[in-house]
């Protein structure tokens, strides 16, 4: 495994590649990596001819607020983690990613303004912004992305066919802890008393989708009872939604493929989670 | 030379020139094609192995209240002119461009809000949305665009950079009439009275080109000269600026490398010209 630096190089990487019709495969993350994204690589392994990740955390997906300064760097321990997994790791310092000068947004409306777009203003423009930038430069042919940021997946998608990229989304399911846990970088922030609560997320979806195999049909009730699990289950809940998989825009009674979605606080750390479900039509 | 319609076969055909690594030139334009567009062409021809040229009257780049609905459009002419120094020309219906759903916009701040910026809100973000969307379709390696335009090569080159497009820029030297005037689509919307009028832009930035030739230094004096001039010649000036050719700010006293910068009406056509000028040094 190669460890690459700068833009330049990675750009040359790139070309070796697309001049041979080789076909890369590339997963994007802020590092701090665990089993799923380890899984991104192990889906790309299939498709491609070689792999590439990325490890950068980017300040501009940070609001206000945020956990930037906290946000857990290891990079050691990634490079042991990628080192079997992985033929090239991108690792930029921030002038590479960010030159100064650098002036340009990309921004993905409707999509970006529901679920965690309401609370994290500019977070997925940040987002957008980087892929984008990450993009240009990786070139892949095809690139992967975990379900649990099933609307970062939604938007970058949209991105992606606007801006005829020309390269192929894979959306890998959310590996999950033992205990139903979905794995995330932001889980090291629990203390093992938070850890217990944080099933919270879990068991509301699991409770919601409960109740629509036995036929409850109101987003609303299911609403309402997945912010009740949390909140009874040591979370604070920020939102939970039903919403339509394509559009992300509420589905009341429910119908077709929709996306349960939660987001909570367990303490000052932040989680998400989500289902999909194909419901039987009526 | 190939008439393309659709994103899909444009794409197809970019992919064809990639594979065999040869070079293709891209010159995007609105159509109402003038010698200005043809020597683009002309430019790109010398460094490409074929030529694609697009005709896409933008939606997202004309201000409400703009000239988007009476904009000259002449398909047969443009076709005919194009003839011999174009390989394909890439024609979208505004439904391939802009299919239902779509909803990224690409912006570049600062750069964007000077000049022509100021009073046409929401012009160049329409068009790095679209340029985005066509490099990302046409998959150059070289696209070409006039000086007339400064203002939007500067902010394409940004865009260009920032999202790592790959794509080498060129900026082609103002082709003009006879007497002087800019060529410009716009130009058709001129009578014969206010075509004489139009010369106001061109004479205000020779007259400032001569005085710092003679030693004046001060961009407010210069800027006052340049909008008399257009206003005692019978155009409505709306700004004369001289600024930084890199990042487009106020320069006063001038230094370095600069550009004149003017825009104006002449009767309801609004029309800018430019020049830049090397200081010699104090």
Same mark, same amino acid.
């Given at each position: 495994?190669?460890?690459?630096?700068?833009?330049?190089?990675?750009?040359?990487?790139?070309?070796?590649?697309?001049?041979?019709?080789? /076909?890369?495969?590339?997963? =994007?993350?802020?590092?701090?990596?665990?089993?799923?994204?380890?899984?991104?690589?192990?889906?790309?392994?299939?498709? !491609?001819?070689?792999?590439?990740?990325?490890?950068?955390?980017?300040?501009?997906?940070? !609001?206000?607020?945020?956990?930037? *300064?906290?946000? =857990? +760097?290891? *990079?050691?321990?990634?490079?042991?983690?990628?080192?079997?997994?992985?033929?090239? &790791?991108?690792?930029?310092?921030?002038? *590479?990613?960010?030159?100064?000068?650098?002036?340009?947004?990309?921004?993905?409306?409707?999509?970006?303004?529901?679920? !965690?777009?309401?609370?994290?203003?500019?977070?997925?423009?940040?987002?957008?912004?980087?892929?984008?930038?990450?993009?240009?430069?990786? +070139?892949?042919?095809? $690139?992967?992305?975990?379900?649990?940021?099933?609307?970062?997946?939604?938007?970058?998608?949209?991105?992606?066919?606007?801006?005829?990229?020309?390269?192929?989304?894979?959306? !890998?399911?959310?590996?999950?802890? @033992?205990?139903?846990?979905?794995?995330?970088?932001?889980?090291? #922030?629990?203390?093992?008393?938070?850890? $217990?609560?944080?099933?919270?997320?879990?068991?509301?979806?699991?409770? $919601?989708?409960? *109740?629509?195999?036995?036929?409850?049909?109101?987003? %609303?009730?299911?609403?309402?009872?997945?912010?009740?699990?949390?909140?009874?289950?040591?979370?604070? $809940?920020? #939102?939970?939604?039903?919403?339509?998989? %394509?559009?992300?825009?509420?589905?009341? =009674?429910?119908?077709?493929? &929709?996306?349960?979605?939660?987001?909570?606080?367990?303490? @000052?750390? /932040?989680?998400?989670?989500? %289902?999909?479900? +194909?419901?039987?039509?009526?």
């Amino acid at each position: 495994m190669k460890v690459v630096r700068t833009c330049a190089e990675m750009i040359e990487i790139s070309k070796f590649y697309i001049k041979q019709n080789l /076909r890369l495969g590339f997963a =994007p993350t802020m590092g701090c990596l665990h089993d799923g994204h380890l899984s991104l690589l192990e889906h790309l392994n299939r498709r !491609c001819d070689a792999r590439v990740a990325s490890i950068f955390v980017n300040p501009k997906q940070f !609001c206000p607020g945020e956990d930037f *300064e906290r946000y =857990p +760097r290891d *990079e050691e321990r990634d490079l042991k983690l990628l080192k079997k997994n992985c033929d090239y &790791v991108f690792i930029p310092y921030e002038k *590479e990613m960010y030159p100064k000068g650098f002036s340009t947004s990309v921004e993905v409306s409707g999509l970006s303004d529901t679920l !965690c777009g309401k609370k994290r203003m500019g977070h997925f423009k940040g987002v957008t912004t980087v892929v984008a930038r990450l993009f240009g430069i990786v +070139r892949p042919t095809f $690139a992967a992305f975990g379900q649990k940021d099933y609307q970062q997946f939604v938007i970058i998608k949209k991105m992606t066919q606007d801006l005829s990229f020309g390269i192929q989304l894979i959306m !890998c399911p959310t590996v999950r802890e @033992k205990d139903g846990l979905a794995m995330s970088s932001r889980n090291m #922030y629990l203390s093992s008393e938070e850890r $217990a609560r944080a099933l919270s997320l879990r068991k509301a979806l699991l409770t $919601a989708k409960k *109740e629509i195999e036995i036929g409850q049909t109101k987003a %609303e009730n299911l609403k309402k009872t997945m912010l009740k699990v949390m909140n009874n289950l040591g979370a604070k $809940a920020e #939102y939970a939604e039903i919403v339509d998989t %394509e559009n992300l825009q509420t589905v009341d =009674p429910i119908h077709g493929e &929709v996306l349960l979605a939660v987001a909570a606080y367990v303490g @000052k750390t /932040r989680l998400i989670d989500n %289902e999909i479900l +194909r419901c039987k039509e009526l």
